[in-house]
């Protein structure tokens, strides 16, 4: 199975990780599929134009949304040999707040949203990939969770999202024990960094406007990169976490 | 306030930590209250009877109860200075599964019965105690999270109990780096073994019957007092994590 | 065994740390032994002339002189039961150095008195334990390593002294593994923060005069207990590392 | 300055990583040195002959000896923009040991021969690299630290060589934190397996003779592809520590 068989599935559909690996891997040779609440979003119809791209709505905090989009996958574009988990869940009214004035349903949100979601997705994959025949590396399948600095280190005021990254690490991480002697190669990847994407006219924004951005953010591009690495790794030499953080970035 | 003046409440009414703490909370001469989703147990009762410990019904993982719990602990023994979440929230059926086999149903209820279940308790503790006045050792109170090895790594078969405990572990860090510079101790306590609790005749068993039961299993008695050790620590020198594992445990 | 038959040796002989502990283990009922390059220091004096603790001349980067130090500690003393290695090896001239500006020749004396010393200190100390009968907690004998921040985290501009506090890391965690099923009961320290002494007077102070001290700073007579409080713990319910740090400490 | 002004030295000079290495960095285009106690072994005279290696004779425990490399280094091939400590240090003869029997001169030896070896190359090439110019991933230089399981683990048994690996962790940490700012890409790479090298006929071997090799061991040829990729990296998204290990390995 070369990269022309190869299938990838990105859960999350943003200008962000998303987008970048939708079109790296894409260039690459893989028939892409990208899932998102809303897959009629500006940004993810110029991925099908551009790229080809198929779009799928899926909501993947919910169980059975999560395994039609699997079943849509596989028969739009194959068993899938590259899944990405790509939702942090995170709201901003979640963010530096005391936890004593924490709102405990949007705790528990962002629990369904990131660490539900990513067993969703994963267990999905895994079903699925165990199928699959090994590719040239002895792979039968990738599956990689986007993950955040609140993953090494619970932070304060920020208690929800600490547990739901250090959960998604702990789901890769039994998984990953579980499913690498399978063949499938599990990868937790904390980004330790704000995110600055790229725009069409090849420069960078982040979400808050008027912040610059440079190489003190991380570039989603290249991430996506070491996305497409550690899918390629040969499985005599798997990594299994990689925290990718800016050079000028204080950890 | 001297200990006369501690008021500890354990939510989680089994026969093993909680009982102990229960025991040697009341013996140490605090007022003591113990939650349980069904406070009539025989275990409880007998709490009660030998050593005026107050029982509590509570789903801990429904807010209106938790807040509820609350305020009678308040109405009936005053504002607690010790909080203990002795809740794994694990079921038998969701281990030794694959990841492909689990059931998602399960797999949230242990995250909500867990986790979720740590974040409503440790809410409700730190919205009273930073209005505690400091004890002797400039402690306002102090908030205990009972974990599992799971919290230290993800084992293969048991991918939901990875996630809910190390939510509950990333919980506990947020909370130690807001709430240890209000005065309010919080600990994270992974108990790395299986425990045998005590019977009342003094003799040790364990859940799984004829599973002999030695200094090879944690001594749910000793577990009891590290939490009153942590509780007693001076605020010059706080553990934040103790991890507790018998002599003989492989790790 | 009991208490009264436990002898405690303290390898490092400074006002901190090691002068609570000698106190404290005196007035414990432990015949206690320091050992220090230099034991007619002032303070050393006054531990022998108020606890009857016995002084020993010992550079623990020599194996013979470690070697020696031991016996002479069975010969007074009797066998240890309880040992703290407590020299953090560190020279003012290593730190805040840019790695290109480090001395190389310091570099290796660090890692000669703090690891090489922590491993002689360690060897001795099993060699002798194992020989030990259980006391009433099942512990034939307890070896504690001070340790520091830079165990935990790599600081910039202080390579060498990462390296001396990380091998002392991997030392301990190596001993326990090995010794803590033979009842030898083995923890690694680190105080995550500055420690402030008690001079004679009880108020206390740093070694950088003029810095006030207050719960701010670790307080070593509050170590001192975590330490005693080690060696009580049950086998049944060992901890290996334990963090110490003030309230008000950043993390 | 492009793969073309590349210029990397191996510190280590065996068949297994180091040659990977100096092979395939050799073909990527830059100008490749090697250095080992014995550069005359034939191993290496082939990897000159074959692809044009420089070979040079160094203890890396002397700093003196450290110091001469590198200028013969710069002298010979340019200011190196790529340097891989490659030297575990350990003899077979502190495996296995119980620490009671370990002889204190293998340590101490394994503890220079690794940990202050790696702190003299380190600070060589820090010294260089902060005069190159940024390449167009924007890295002045990368310097790459082979590690080994011990690193994240202190098994039983082999207290010395934990010491060893997590000493060089703790300097690699340390150095990542003040020399990544400067533009100077830093990394850990412990490889958590057995390596089994490639034989010239293509097919890999294991010292120890009839152990079979397979992909349950790691690859040096997949490791230095890692490493190139380590040196590849933007620096808006980097790498330090990525664990190598292959898919059927416990962990």
Redesign the interface.
């Known amino acids: 199975m070369g990269p022309s068989n190869d299938v990838a599935l990105i859960v999350g559909g943003g200008p962000g990780i998303s987008s970048s690996c939708a079109r790296l891997f894409a260039e690459s040779g893989m028939r892409v599929g990208i899932a998102a609440r809303d897959p009629d979003k500006p940004v993810l119809q110029k991925l099908e134009k551009a790229h080809g791209v198929h779009r799928y709505a899926c909501d993947a905090a919910q ?1 059975a949304a999560v395994e039609s989009l699997f079943q849509n996958v596989v028969r739009d574009l194959g068993p899938p040999t590259l899944v990405v988990h790509n939702i942090d869940g995170r709201t901003l009214d979640i963010f530096r707040k ?3 004035d ?1 709102d ?2 949007l ?2 949100e962002t ?2 949203n990131s ?2 979601s990513a ?2 997705v ?2 999905q994959a ?2 699925l990939m ?1 199928e699959n025949e090994p590719n040239a590396s ?1 792979t039968k399948g990738t599956i990689i969770f986007t993950n955040a600095s ?2 090494l ?8 999202f ?20 399978q ?1 499938i ?1 599990v990868a937790n990847v904390p ?1 330790d ?1 704000a995110i600055g994407w790229r725009q069409e006219d090849g420069t960078r924004a982040h979400r808050l406007a008027g912040v610059a951005v440079d ?5 989603p591009d ?2 996506a990169e ?1 996305y497409l ?1 550690l899918h390629r ?16 970035e204080k ?1």
């Open positions: 169980p005391p936890i004593a924490a405990p349903s705790v528990l629990l369904r660490a539900f067993f969703l994963g267990q895994a079903r165990r002895g609140a993953a280190k619970g932070f304060p005021l920020s208690g929800a600490a547990m739901a990254c250090q959960a998604k690490a702990g789901l890769a991480e039994s998984m990953a024990r579980e499913l690498m002697p063949g190669h980004i960094a190489d003190n953010m991380a570039d290249r991430i070491a690495q790794q040969h499985r005599s030499t798997w990594a299994f976490e990689v925290v990718l953080r800016p050079w000028v950890w």
